[in-house]
């Protein structure tokens, strides 16, 4: 996996995927990092790099319903039918998560920080079963704050990470020996 630093964010990237690959399951982020303030936000995102169709987030429902059996006065046996949208942009948000970093030790215990000491930085991020597509390749981003999902933080901080000892563990299907790479 090689790693790209890319406006206030890291980007590690595999090679490109010799067969497609399906996780299942919670990723965890461990992340050796230093901050030079008490707190800041981490965003952790696993993303598909790939052209072609993706699945996206959403779900579209539609006008159209199906019935199913007798309704009664309580609950109506019709529902509305949906359909799943898929986007053909270069790269599809597969799953995130966010870690208050004064939460190091316990997520119902805050612990500020104490500037530019190393710290693990531990958490899970939202499960997903997903199948990333032979030629893709599968990518991390590690960054600060997300304003678009979070309240942002207002410590702009610096995090120094220890690259050679974070990582994510992806609940890969197979194990390890279902990934093959292209150079």
Known sequence: ???????????FLTPKLEKSVRISGTPKINLKANVDKPDTNFTALLVDYGTGAHVAEDVKTLDMKDCWGDSS????????????????????????????????????????????????????????????????RIGVVIAASDSSWTIPAQTQATIETILGDSNMVLPVVGGKNSLDFKD
Do not use: Q
């Not at 949906?82 to 948000?93: L, N």
């Not at 531990?122 to 032979?134: A, G, H, I, P, T």
């Open 1 to 11: 996996m090689r790693w790209i630093k890319k406006d206030h964010r890291l980007v």
């Open 73 to 136: 006065a309580n609950d109506s046996a019709c529902y509305r039918r949906t359909e799943m949208v898929t986007s053909t942009d270069p790269y599809e948000i597969v799953t995130r998560s966010w870690m208050s970093a004064k939460n190091w030790k316990s997520m119902t215990e805050s612990n500020p920080l104490t500037p530019n000491k190393n710290y693990w930085f531990r958490w899970d991020v939202l499960s997903e079963d997903y199948v990333f597509e032979k030629g893709h």
